[in-house]
């Protein structure tokens, strides 16, 4: 046994109370899965032919890696969207503004500022591209008002295109009404359908508008129960943001799937899909909604009221494992904390003899610090992610392609060359993405990659407003863990139980799954999933 490994079993033993007999068994079942034994080399690196790069060319669109289909060389979940809004301030467009900015990993696609100044019509802008690209100063100077509700999309229902970017906005016997929302409404064709025979006309493609024909076609004159029965109608997931011209009304479905967020900013009150962009603004948080909960915002301030009880509590388990920032907190847990005990939980069920712990960027460099942490085995950055590759017009080839993978993703040889690597993430979809990866390693010189997954097999879609592909592309709903190894080539591979996920975030002790979803994980749906919605994702 070589130095290297006594030093690293060394520190494993005295930082992680772990002794090196339950390493050394833990290592033996990570052989067993890969089929080799401790002194062997894996000589086959053929890949699996399904997922070879002939057939996953990687340019699905006008430019090179647009959207996320099959053939995407990177399988990466879509973020949802996010919404931002303020109720009471002079400065609300601006603020709004970078608020979205913050919140801007949750949708590339487009986004949208609409603001009230409690006037006769509302002052909004939307436009596709990012924050940054569809507004400008000229455009804020419009954006007059006190009252704004802002959104950055990622399309999971109806098309990309400028019609379906939010906030909607509509005129009705009542004024005028904005609506911007995060998640996904999983009845949302049938409710159209019915609207559609009694003589609505839908200006859009987007699931979000059926809420829209609800309130107006409400036999209610008080608005507020037009929206309560409208909400009611409602299956899925989401968290609404939605104005009048002097009013703001705030909601989440009955399992709380989506997080919103509520702040202060002085007087005004600030409201978020993650607490990064209140902190952005320089609000300070006061609470998370609840499921089920509504909050009306008036001149006369805040009241809080519900429009159905709280059904079982269901925050989306992603939320913590991969989508919000880092530097956000979501039930008053801290996302990159949480992510450091997932790789913690990881190290302690699945040790792997090696030299070396790498991140696949960004979302799993959290868990690879706490695998390092727990096992002693030295962190590196042996991967790094170039955020400034933009969009990329030159003509496809398949040289080209291999090319466009390191564009975005490079191994830093230095570190991994002659190494056993250690290569953390936090979930695989298709399994393109890791095989190419830990391709990526090898040709940088790793003599053995295992890879680790802080989260449990992907193995159903999401109906409520992240991007999954339908379930047979999904690589853990037809495969095993040993199958799937060998898919992506690695020399071993482990999985996050789900019981250890539960205990790294570690929220609502007594409730089922912790008060979290874990539906793409054991097929334990919280909601009625409508028989259209069983045919596939509605992404």
Known sequence: MSDAIRQAEGLMSSSAGMNVALAERSSERNLDRAGVSGSEKRSDRNLDAEHNTDRHPGWTGDYYNQGAGPDGIFDKLKEECGVFGIYGHSEAA???????????????????????????????HRGMGLVKE????????????????????????????????QPLVFKYRGGD????????????????????????????????EVIAHLIARSTESDIVQAMKNALNRLIGGFVFLIMTNDRMFVAADAHGLRPLSIGKLGDAYVFASETCALETVGAQWVRDIEPGELLILDKDGLTEDRYTDMNRRAICSMEYIYFARPDSDINNVNLHSSRKRMGQQLALESFAFADVVTGVPDSSISAAIGFAEQTGIPYELGLIKNKYTGRTFIQPSQELREKGVKMKLSAVRKVVEGKRVVMIDDSIVRGTTSLRIVNMLREAGATEVHVRISSPPFINPC??????????????????????????????????????LMEAVGIHEGEMNRGMCFACFDNDYPTVLPENAKEGCGC
Do not use: W
Request: net charge negative; proline share 1%.
């Open 94 to 124: 601006a603020l709004s503004y970078y608020g979205l900015h913050a919140l801007q990993h949750r949708g590339e696609e487009s986004a949208g500022i609409c603001a009230s100044d409690g006037g006769a019509q509302f002052n909004y």
């Open 463 to 500: 109906f409520y407003g992240i991007d999954t592909p339908d379930r047979k592309e999904l690589i853990a709903s037809s495969r095993t863990v040993e199958e799937i190894r060998q898919a992506i080539n690695a020399d071993s591979l482990s999985f996050l139980s789900k019981e250890g």
């Open 134 to 165: 569809v507004f400008n100063n000229d455009i804020m100077d419009t954006l007059k008002g006190s009252i704004t509700i802002g959104h950055v999309r990622y399309s999971t229902a109806g098309e990309s295109k400028l019609a379906n970017a």
């Open 177 to 208: 009404l904005a609506i911007a929302t995060n998640g996904n409404i999983t009845n949302a064709l049938d409710i159209r359908a019915e609207l559609e025979q009694l003589g609505s006309i839908f200006q859009t493609t987007s699931d979000t």
